[in-house]
Nanobody, 123 residues
Framework: VQLQESGPGLVKPSETISLTCTVSGGTITANFFYWGWIRQPPGKDKEWMGA???????YYSPTLTGRITLSSATSKNQFTLQLTSATPDDTAVYYCAPTNSYDYYDVREYGSWGQGTQVTVSS
């Protein structure tokens, strides 16, 4: 399975970060899979942001609840991330990746990572 992130590379503070992950070689409705978003700010470790499972149920990091929304478009085999009220602290490389582990909140459980997309929050 291959994943590809896409979206704007530059976002202004207070705006919404919107990213799409396109999946090929597999289907996002495959049983027991979770499709996650992970980010890595400069000089910091990877951070799990959230996941959407094969049935469309969503799971969010407590630190981002209220700002993050994940959704899927099964006909396009895509899932999307929206993160509102962006600040410079949201500047990071954003990745999408799948896992079939129940520990979907652990970045170590993810494989087949996309190449990542840089998002910079700046005026």
């Amino acid at each position: 399975v291959q994943l590809q992130e896409s979206g704007p590379g530059l976002v202004k503070p207070s705006e919404t970060i919107s990213l799409t992950c396109t999946v090929s070689g597999g289907t996002i409705t495959a049983n027991f899979f979770y499709w996650g978003w992970i980010r890595q700010p400069p000089g910091k470790d990877k951070e799990w942001m959230g996941a959407i499972d094969y049935s469309g149920k969503t799971y969010y990091s407590p630190t981002l609840t209220g700002r993050i929304t994940l959704s899927s478009a099964t006909s396009k085999n895509q899932f999307t991330l929206q993160l509102t009220s962006a600040t410079p602290d949201d500047t990071a490389v954003y990745y999408c990746a799948p896992t079939n582990s129940y520990d979907y909140y652990d970045v170590r459980e993810y494989g087949s990572w996309g190449q990542g997309t840089q998002v910079t929050v700046s005026s």
